[in-house]
């Protein structure tokens, strides 16, 4: 069973708009969210990670809110650029005391329209 | 400075082959990561590194796949008898997270080396 959850395959939006990206996950233990970005034939790039310890984290037209006790974070792009069409990818860890390792969503096909 | 690297980045197999994989992690990174990604899937964890020795290789599907890494550095991913279904691009990550610090989680990926087993 998938323990984190990307429902939507894809997302268009017009360039300037807010670009929204949903992730849900069912592990209690997830202690820390992250998205990464991925360009088709480049490995993800790392764009912002949030603790379970807060519930905002913004880098710079970047924003991440995680809602704990819905086990939902979402991904805010504003203004959305060109630039930013990719595929995007949530994934969480339960890093404190346990096993280092990543768990990843399906991603979401992020299109932004010039 | 150079990001981490992988090789080759396509390798064509035919079933029942072994095949090696190698992982150049960014420099003075102790923790690494093997990952794979089928098509229209994310990556999936299969092992990590923290130095010379495997933590966590809860996610390598079965003893036809092994790594390691020797020194502490460079690592290679082996797969033995290969099949169809393994076929995927399989990415490597590194990143500076110990387990005596609550430093950053960010794990840094190199390109991938897409494997094709005939």
């Known amino acids: 069973d998938q323990q984190v959850k990307q429902n939507s395959p894809s997302l268009s939006v017009q360039e300037g708009r807010i670009s929204i990206l949903n992730c849900d996950y069912t592990n209690s233990m997830f202690d820390y969210f992250l998205w990464y970005k991925k360009y088709p034939a480049e490995g993800p790039t790392f764009l912002i990670s949030?603790?379970?310890?807060?519930d905002k984290n913004e880098d710079g037209r970047f924003t991440v809110f995680l809602n704990k006790s819905a086990k939902h974070l979402s991904l805010h792009i504003v203004p959305s650029q060109p630039g930013d069409s990719a595929v995007y990818f949530c994934a969480a860890s339960a890093g404190a005391g346990g096993s280092e390792k990543l768990v990843f969503g399906k991603g979401t096909k992020l299109t932004v329209n010039p | 400075g150079a990001g981490v690297s992988q090789t080759p980045s396509n390798k064509v197999t035919e079933k029942g082959k072994y095949v090696e994989l190698r992982c150049d992690p960014i420099s003075g990174h102790t923790a690494l990561y093997w990952y794979r990604q089928s098509l229209g899937q994310g990556p999936e964890f299969l092992i990590y590194?923290?130095?010379?020795?495997?933590?966590?290789d809860s996610g390598l599907p079965n003893d036809r796949f092994f790594a390691v890494r020797p020194e502490g550095s460079v690592s290679t991913l082996k797969i033995q008898r290969t099949e169809r279904g393994d076929s995927a691009v399989y990415l490597c990550a590194s990143s500076t997270h110990s387990l005596a610090d609550e430093g950053s989680y960010e794990q840094f990926f190199g390109p991938g080396t897409r494997l094709t087993v005939l």
């Open positions: 590194f923290q130095g010379t020795g495997a933590a966590d």
């Open positions: 949030i603790s379970s310890i807060k």
